[in-house]
Each structure stands twice: as structure tokens, then as C-alpha cells.
């Protein structure tokens, strides 16, 4: 089972966005996702980077794909749509608005924003030219199973949210904006402050979601420390791990230990705990009651 690191939920500062793919470079993964999937005003920071960060990710031998936006509105995000095709790069769809733009048989991959839950769309998919799906991270085991078998049939990899925080909804509102008391077109980019999402609680102060602009996401952080075993049992290709602040490098490397069986089980979550003692881990969607339940509890 190989590593995919997803697109950048999170606004982060240019020189923070760069030397995170700096460092990536030499992340013990076989494939990166770059650009923007969460909100098209964020884009023109970073945007002259993309080029850079691929040419070198590919240098250091990385499978590089760009990603479409989740939730595709204005005129001026179809023709960024549009402009990806051009761009000459494998493109993750987020939103199936996106092959409007796509030639029938033009190969892509399918991110987890889109709803694969059955063997229908699969087969669909593959026949319109996904070659790689990235399943819906609140997928439980069985569905996975049933994909995952058949993307082997069709030859398409097959992929499974392995860590972060889960994305849940993309709204036409942005929650950052309206907690600061402005607009939407004048957000003055509040989300730069949460560099891994804004924690929301209830009014009985329990941790509840995190809002990330216009979208929403788990307060906790998807680990699959404990599944890797039943995922690659199940037929997982690869295992997506999508970007956070701290040492992210290492954090990949100890995934891939833990694929490799050359650390123990539980020891990616004891890493985790360790760096960040108050953030709350989960893995329930697979085979939990809840999913936010957490198996090494």
C-alpha cells in the first residue's frame, strides 16, 4: 500500500505553503496532490508556486496531480476549472462539474469529495476515465471492501482517507467571515488564522466540528494506525494523509513504517498524542459505532 498526500484543506501563508512541498520532497510518498480545493479566493497567493512545487516534486520522483475546487459556482472558478485540463497534469475531480471540462477518455482521479458509494458510479467512472478513486472517508468497511475489489477488477487504484481532519460539507457561506461579522466577499481571509481549522464546540463546551472558511470538518483527526492491516486486506491501493502544520515529513515517515510493519501497531497515534497532546483521534467510519470513535481508545 503506497502513500497519497491529499490537496491542502487549510490557508496558510505562502512561504509556509512552499516549504511544506519543499520538505515533502523527500516524504517517503508516492504521489501529491496540490492546488486548491476549498475556496477559490485563496488560489492568487500561492498560485505562481504550483509550477515550482510540481517541477520539483516530479524531480524527486512523485506521481503529481492538481486538484479541482469541491464546490464549482462562478464564472471565474469554471474558468479556472477549465484552465487545469490545459495545464498538461493528471486532475483530481472534487466536483463532477468538472468533466464538463474533460474530453470523454481523458484519464483523471476522483477525489473524496465525490459520492463513490457504489459499484455504479465506480463502473461509470472507470468507463469515462478515472483511473484512481479516492474513496469518501465516511465509508465503512464493507462498502470498501466491495470498491476496492472491484477497482482492482477494472484497474483502478483504489484509495482510503488514512489521516486529518475529515471533510464533511462545503457551504455557499463562509463561517470564518461570518464569526468576524463581515462578508463573504469581504472575509479579509479570517481562515489564515486557523492554520488547521477553527475548533467549534457546543453551548455544553464539547468538542464538536472545525470550520475551515466555507467548509465544514471532524474535530477530530482521522488516524489509521490501527486499520492498516484491514485496509490492505481489503484491497486499498493507497492510503491518503492530508496536510497539517508541524513535521508533516515525519509524519508520512511513520506511516510508511507502519505499512512496512517496522513499527508496531498503535505507535503512529502514540506520535501523534506526543506532539499534540490535546488533539482527539478517530477512525470510527470504518468499523466503529460512531465516526468519531476511536478503535485504540
Known amino acids: 500500500m503506497d502513500l497519497t498526500v491529499g490537496p491542502n484543506q487549510f490557508f496558510w501563508k505562502p512561504e509556509s505553503w512552499t516549504a511544506f512541498y519543499d520538505h515533502l520532497a523527500t516524504a517517503p510518498v508516492t504521489r501529491v496532490v496540490l492546488g486548491e ?8 497567493f500561492y498560485q505562481d508556486c504550483i509550477p515550482d512545487a510540481m517541477e520539483m516534486l516530479m524531480e524527486a520522483g512523485k506521481a503529481v496531480a492538481v486538484t479541482s475546487l469541491a464546490l464549482i459556482t462562478l464564472k471565474r472558478e469554471r474558468k479556472l476549472s477549465a484552465q ?13 462539474a468538472m468533466l464538463a471540462y474533460l474530453p470523454n477518455g481523458t484519464p483523471f482521479s476522483v477525489g473524496p469529495l465525490v459520492n463513490v458509494y457504489n459499484e455504479g458510479t465506480l463502473r461509470w467512472l472507470a468507463a469515462r476515465g478515472a483511473t484512481r478513486i479516492c474513496l469518501p472517508p465516511e465509508l465503512p468497511l464493507g462498502p470498501v471492501t466491495t470498491l476496492a475489489q472491484l477497482g482492482r477488477d477494472l484497474g483502478v487504484a483504489i484509495e482510503v482517507w488514512g489521516h486529518g481532519r475529515v471533510p464533511l460539507a462545503i457551504s455557499g ?28 464546540s457546543t453551548l455544553d463546551d464539547q468538542s464538536f466540528l472545525a470550520m475551515n472558511g466555507v467548509q465544514t470538518l471532524s474535530d477530530s483527526y482521522a488516524c489509521a494506525d490501527h486499520q492498516i492491516e484491514t485496509l490492505q486486506n481489503a484491497g486499498v491501493t493507497h492510503l491518503r494523509l492530508s496536510p497539517q502544520t508541524g513535521d508533516f515529513t515525519a509524519l508520512c515517515a511513520l506511516y510508511r513504517d507502519r505499512i512496512d510493519g517496522t513499527v ?26 460512531s465516526g468519531a470513535a476511536w478503535s485504540g481508545a
Open 84 to 96: 487545469l485540463v490545459d495545464a498538461g497534469i493528471e486532475v483530481e475531480i472534487n466536483d463532477l
Open 173 to 200: 457561506r463562509c463561517y470564518h467571515a461570518r464569526m468576524h461579522g463581515r462578508t463573504k466577499d469581504n472575509c479579509q481571509f479570517a481562515c489564515e488564522d486557523d492554520p488547521d481549522g477553527l475548533d467549534v
Open 37 to 44: 480545493v476549498v475556496c477559490s479566493k485563496r488560489l492568487p
Open 264 to 289: 508496531a501497531r498503535g505507535a503512529v497515534a502514540s506520535a501523534l498524542t506526543d506532539a499534540q497532546p490535546d488533539i482527539r483521534l478517530s477512525d470510527g467510519f470504518l468499523d466503529g459505532p
